[in-house]
């Protein structure tokens, strides 16, 4: 877990988590960043990597053409789309939103841990989340009942699970 913003899902929050996650990373392009189909996502990670175009002056009378971003070369960004159907999910479509399909092969080649444009790791971590923080626990009586308690007790749980619990596949083992 590289970074986490607590709090609804709103706009906002989604560009604080990126950029937080760019300064955490030291601006460097990943591989491959994935995300659910949520398009706050696509906004706030080109304007955290893209580049500024500023178009040329035409010579022409009344206001420039405004500048813009572009994806930079190298950036690679797929989004997985749940489509659910009475409370079920009935399909799930990935597409690339920047980079191309054959970079996102490339790099999902390369990767240890998966082979396929998936959100299954945010979505466990949720899941070990609202586990451990019987605050965030489906249908209970213990919701927070003050947003500083809930927000403190989230990056507890956080911290605990990613750097004090131990990980049985990372043990060395004996010979």
């Known amino acids: ?11 906002e929050n989604v560009v604080a988590v990126v950029e937080d996650f760019k ?11 994935t995300t659910d189909g949520y398009p706050a996502y696509e906004d706030a990670i080109l304007q955290a990597y893209g580049e500024t175009v500023t178009p040329p002056r035409t010579g022409k009378r009344g206001r420039p053409k405004a500048s813009y971003k572009v994806a930079p070369e190298g950036l690679t960004y797929a989004v997985v789309e749940k489509t659910r159907g009475k409370g079920r999910v009935v399909s799930i479509a990935t597409r690339v939103v920047f980079g191309t399909m054959a970079v996102v092969i490339a790099a999902l ?16 971590q949720n899941g070990t989340d609202r586990h451990r923080n019987a605050r965030k626990a489906r249908k209970t009586y213990r919701f927070s009942k003050d947003w500083r308690y809930h927000e403190s007790v989230t990056y507890l749980t956080m911290y605990v699970y990613n750097f004090c619990w131990p990980v049985r596949t990372l043990r060395i083992k004996d010979d």
């Open 109 to 124: 080649g390369m990767s240890k841990v998966s082979r396929a444009i998936n959100t299954a790791f945010v979505e466990r």
């Open 23 to 33: 300064l955490r990373t030291g601006g460097r392009l990943m591989n491959l960043i």
């Open 1 to 11: 877990m590289i970074s986490v913003v607590a709090g609804e899902r709103t706009a």
